[in-house]
């Protein structure tokens, strides 16, 4: 069972992602940008 | 050779290969550590000093053989609870995997025993590595948390109750452990090591990584997880001073007031030793680096879990249980947006490092929290997590409460080799004991 305490770490918990999703799906990245992953580059 | 527990990865190695200490009495020496330090430190879930006995018996006849394996034959590396190992408990620090045996080894777990290492069990976790802590205490204060994930086997390097041991990064759950507990810990390039066997937390954003006392056992360890030589990459009495990026904004505003004095202290010190310390500026997107780590971490996360969550919700602790529970709610569409960012990220993290060898910040954003409720903010790492760089902590003080301090030194991706030079470099330099502590 979730008690109160556990409630209101939940609810933190989903302020934050819902920030977070927000501030991402703000990111435009643009039409002309490389999908960039140096990491491939250097196998 | 009682004391044998107080010798670092090179010496001991250094010692077997001369025959003047076989494998069986550095275990020895190490699980009579381990009993004595053992009930106030908490670091240990599983002990197997019978499969451990076993393994140095053998490796002891093959050195007397002169059949050497590796500069690991014979040393003990304590395992994280969330790698796989055959026939030997694998908890993940969860009550529903407490009777776990998996049936093969993680690949790293194979190819350290093939190299010769011998596992003297298995170290706490957090649950699932994510934030519901560990029993662990900080061998340098027992009041104090060791941080986590990898909360076992940063104690146990820093208390002498083994030599190395394996842990996981997905935020910041190597350097910051290694940073409270006064040790070496290295988190190498996302793809360098196999996570294979490994229990995920978040796919993209997981790293292997592994403590240590000092950077030359740094590169030993390296050296047996990837087959490549780097101890000799680290005779930092010859490598030139490094050009180090110093990145202040983000860093400084966060870092508690004793991690920041001690910091710029130990900024001063390698400055003073001819080091090149330039400011580098942090990219306009930073900003975005905690919310698309978030993102990236909780959808993961939450995929992982969804099965396992729905039917045994009651056996999560609730950190993770907020976690998953978050992840499920994120749309596909900010979780795609978050992994083009970090694509985003690692570009212009790549430009930071152009004209330095290593960006430079400190390894935690406090010392190690009094109590254990918590282990610690994860926000100095997780970006170098996120774009899946390599980093390495290195001890460079104590507060004035007597606490460990670190400096976090980050290389572009593959960059291990000069990674292990920089900071064997700053080690010299800072001089922190590389001895066990005795909590």
Same mark, same amino acid.
């Given at each position: 069972?979730?008690?109160?305490? =556990? ?15 927000? =501030?991402?799906? $703000? ?5 002309? =940008?490389?999908?960039? $992953?140096?990491?491939?580059?250097? =196998? | ?17 001369? &025959? !003047? ?11 009579? !550590? ?15 000093? /019978? ?24 040393? +003990? *590396? ?8 055959? @026939? ?14 998996? #049936? ?18 298995? #170290? ?11 029993? #662990? ?14 909360? @076992?086997?940063?104690?146990? *390097? ?7 041991? %394996? ?55 390296? &050296? ?21 990026? %110093? ?29 090149? *310390? ?10 975005? *680096?905690? +919310? ?29 249980? @907020? ?16 992994? !083009?960012?970090? &694509? ?5 993290? /790549? ?10 910040? +400190? ?7 009094? &109590? %254990? ?25 104590? #507060?004035? /409460?007597?606490?460990?301090?670190? %400096?976090?030194?980050?290389? @572009? ?14 080690? /010299? ?11």
């Amino acid at each position: 069972m979730w008690g109160e305490e =556990e409630a209101l770490l939940l609810r933190s918990d989903l302020e934050r992602i819902a920030q977070a999703v927000w =501030e991402v799906e $703000n990111f435009e990245p643009g039409v002309e =940008e490389e999908p960039y $992953n140096p990491l491939r580059r250097g =196998e | 050779m009682e004391d044998a527990y107080r010798l670092t990865v090179a010496e001991a190695s250094r010692l077997i290969r001369d &025959g !003047r200490l076989t494998p069986i009495r550095l275990l020895e020496s190490v699980l009579g !550590r381990i009993e004595e330090l053992e009930p106030r430190v908490e670091a240990w879930v599983t002990l197997d000093e /019978e499969g451990a006995r076993a393994s140095a018996e053998v490796l002891t006849k093959e050195a007397e053989e002169g059949a050497l394996r590796s500069p690991v034959h014979g040393i +003990p *590396v304590g395992v994280k609870d969330i790698y796989f190992t055959g @026939g030997l408990r694998t908890t993940m620090g969860s009550p529903i995997y407490a009777d776990y045996v998996p #049936t093969f080894d993680a690949e790293t777990v194979r190819l350290l025993r093939e190299a010769g290492a011998v596992i003297p069990g298995k #170290t706490e976790t957090t649950e699932f590595a994510y934030a519901d802590p560990a029993p #662990t205490r900080n061998p340098w204060n027992l009041e104090h948390t060791p941080g986590g994930s990898s909360s @076992g086997s940063a104690a146990a *390097v820093a208390s002498g109750m083994c030599p190395s041991a %394996l842990g996981s990064q997905t935020g910041g759950s190597v350097i910051r452990p290694a940073a409270f507990c006064g040790v070496v810990g290295m988190k190498p390039t996302y793809d360098l090591i196999s996570r294979g066997g490994v229990y995920p937390l978040s796919w993209s954003l997981d790293h292997v990584g592994f403590f240590t006392r000092t950077v030359e056992d740094a590169a030993i360890m390296l &050296g047996a997880l990837t087959g490549r030589t780097f101890a000799g990459e680290t005779p930092s009495h010859e490598m030139r001073a490094p050009r180090l990026g %110093l990145l202040r904004g983000f860093f400084q505003e966060r870092a508690h007031e004793a991690v920041w004095g001690g910091f710029e202290e130990a900024v001063e010190r390698l400055r003073d030793a001819g080091a090149d *310390v330039v400011e580098a500026a942090l990219p306009d997107s930073f900003g975005l *680096v905690t +919310p698309a780590h978030r993102v990236i971490f909780a959808s993961e996360t939450a995929s992982i879990h969804q099965g396992l969550f729905g039917a045994r919700m009651e056996d999560y602790r609730p950190l993770i249980r @907020g976690l998953i529970a978050s992840g499920l709610l994120v749309p596909a569409s900010a979780y795609l947006k978050a992994m !083009r960012f970090k &694509g985003r990220f690692a570009g212009e993290a /790549e430009a930071l490092l152009r004209d330095v060898d290593c960006l430079l910040t +400190p390894a935690s954003v406090t010392p190690a929290l009094r &109590g %254990l409720e918590s282990t610690g903010d994860a926000s100095f790492n997780s970006p170098w997590s996120l774009c899946g760089f390599p980093s390495i902590t290195v001890p460079s003080g104590l #507060t004035a /409460e007597g606490l460990p301090v670190g %400096l976090q030194l980050v290389a @572009g991706p593959y960059g291990e080799g000069g990674l292990l030079g920089a900071a064997g470099w700053c080690e /010299e330099v800072l001089g922190f004991p590389k001895d066990p502590v005795d909590p």
